[in-house]
């Protein structure tokens, strides 16, 4: 009996082990370095970014522009703000769009739009809450888009609120992504 039970077991047992070394067959992970020739116009050398392309469609170039505006005194609406311009012989491809408003307590921000040169698309305002002091309350609106329209030569955002309170510190901020992509008719 024990000579069955060992010639069953001794096969098992050397299985587990020859299985060992493919169970850690996984390579440890390794740090990767990237090297990238200094710009000589950055007046800090070490500060030399990584180019970034998108391999799938060199055509594309990043896009990123920021723009922060405010309610002048008494004002319920921001007024235009222009958030960026896009270069001669460009395309801008937006594919996502965020506002950030920070109002005094007891006022909403209650719409924010985007304007290009033949679209005007609105957000849908989120009540995020308040700041730890109580003395801001906070709304963001992100949406992912798709918008290719002439959106050339700027482009705008517009903030509106509930209030036309007195002193104003509130402010919006438009944060806008995408691509560029080459396009010889928008020429001027």
Do not use: H
């Not at 517009?158 to 438009?174: C, K, L, M, Q």
């Amino acid at each position: 009996m024990k000579t069955k039970l060992f010639l069953l077991l001794t096969p098992i047992l050397l299985s587990c082990f020859a299985l060992l070394p493919i169970a850690q067959a996984a390579p440890s992970p390794t740090n990767v370095n990237v090297v990238n020739t200094p710009n000589v116009n950055v007046v800090n050398t070490t500060a030399s970014p990584v180019p970034v392309r998108d391999v799938d469609n060199p055509a594309r170039q990043p896009f990123q522009a920021e723009a922060v505006g405010g309610f002048a005194d008494g004002a319920s609406t921001t007024g235009d703000i222009t958030i960026g311009a896009v270069p001669a012989g460009k395309r801008l491809v937006i594919e996502y769009v965020s506002v950030f408003g920070t109002m005094l307590p007891g006022q909403k921000m209650i719409r924010a739009s985007i304007q290009t040169e033949d679209v005007s698309i609105y957000l849908r305002i989120s009540p995020q809450g308040s700041n730890a002091g109580g003395s801001r309350d906070y709304f963001i609106a992100s949406e992912n888009w798709s918008v290719t329209g002439k959106v050339r030569p700027s482009f705008r955002g517009t903030g509106e609120r509930d209030s036309f309170a007195g002193a104003n510190p509130d402010s919006v901020t438009f944060t806008i992504s995408g691509y560029l992509v080459d396009c010889p008719e928008c020429v001027p």
